[in-house]
């Protein structure tokens, strides 16, 4: 039994204690002290207290913004599925629409950005992969990009462009590249005209049509940053209609470098993306509805080529030939 239970029944009150909390208390500076902070003072204003938790507030959602994938992300196409043809429609930019307004049978029924996994073979994303490799072997960006137009020549080289046709000694064209190349074109060409309700002897291939490699280095020169946040009507006049085919898989030939559209660029919700798969074709309308931006990728090499309509017949191109070099 305790010394103070004890004391209590023979009616005597307990001897004051000299416990630790006590003395802890008894040793406490005064509400007045002046505490030194580590960095000195702090600010102090009206509604500080509500400023901060408003802060708070703030960087938690955009925390969840940024790192949640619930409601950020949907995904249009998976690498490891196969799809015969999927889309989604969206609302037309008012100013794509006014100007495409002019051009007759050109018209989309509705904008939109669609994928097919069925229109370019194993055999042509393979003929035109080796294309590309072969080409870009003569140059290659000091950067994360590299560019090869068949149509104007132009091949990265460094952080400048050179004329692949007066600059490589070699004939590394062959018929039947340019063969496959035509066939594809005409092949996403009649798709597109049949996703958008178009009249396809109105749609014409347009420049810049061309082959990329993307790829992890640290950019060299603004051109190599490719993961920015575009319009392609913005930023090619000529644009009405973009498309682009993969010749070679996400994940397993490279990593990142997803294709990423922004729902909406003024009140963004969600991206919906695209996983790249070898053939597999990408196509959307090219207005300020269909904002987006490729993923920096972070190992290996990622190849595609973008291949641009126009509803403008002025603004046409034709098909790379064996006669373009040497001009």
């Not at 500076?29 to 938790?53: C, D, E, H, I, M």
Request: glycine share 8%; proline share 5%; charged share 25%.
């Amino acid at each position: 039994m305790s010394a103070e239970l004890k004391s209590r029944r023979k009616g005597r009150q307990p001897e004051p204690s000299s416990s630790p909390k006590k003395a802890a208390k008894q040793e406490e500076p005064s509400k007045t002290a002046s505490v030194p902070y580590r960095y000195g003072p702090l600010p102090r204003f009206n509604g500080q207290r509500l400023f901060s938790r408003g802060v708070i507030i703030v960087g938690v959602v955009i925390y969840v913004w940024y790192f949640s994938k619930d409601g950020k992300e949907t995904s249009l196409a998976k690498q490891g599925s196969v799809y015969n043809g999927r889309g989604v429609h969206v609302d037309c930019d008012e100013e794509y629409l006014e100007e495409i307004k002019r051009y007759s049978g050109c018209v989309p029924k509705r904008c939109g950005r669609y994928v097919s996994d069925v229109i370019v073979t194993d055999y042509e994303a393979t003929t035109l992969l080796w294309l590309a490799k072969r080409g870009m072997s003569f140059g290659g960006s000091s950067g994360g990009a590299t560019i090869m137009d068949l149509h104007s020549g132009a091949l990265s080289y460094k952080k400048n462009f050179i004329n692949m046709y007066k600059s490589v000694k070699t004939n590394f064209i062959t018929p039947t590249d340019l063969r496959v190349y035509k066939d594809v074109r005409q092949k996403i060409q009649s798709a597109i005209a049949d996703s958008f309700g178009l009249d396809v002897n109105k749609l014409f291939l347009t420049h810049p049509t061309f082959f990329s490699r993307l790829t992890s280095e640290a950019p060299s020169h603004d051109h190599d940053e490719y993961w920015h946040v575009h319009v392609d009507k913005h930023t090619y006049e000529s644009f009405h209609y973009t498309s682009l085919v993969y010749l070679n898989d996400f994940r397993v030939n490279f990593k990142g470098g997803r294709f990423v559209y922004l729902d909406n660029m003024k009140n963004p919700r969600a991206n919906v993306t695209v996983e790249p798969r070898k053939g597999r074709v990408s196509m959307f309308t090219s207005g300020a509805e269909n904002p987006h931006f490729v993923e920096r990728v972070t190992d290996g090499e990622r190849f595609a080529i973008t291949i641009s309509f126009t509803c403008d017949s002025s603004k046409q191109i034709r098909d790379p030939s064996l006669s373009i070099k040497g001009q």
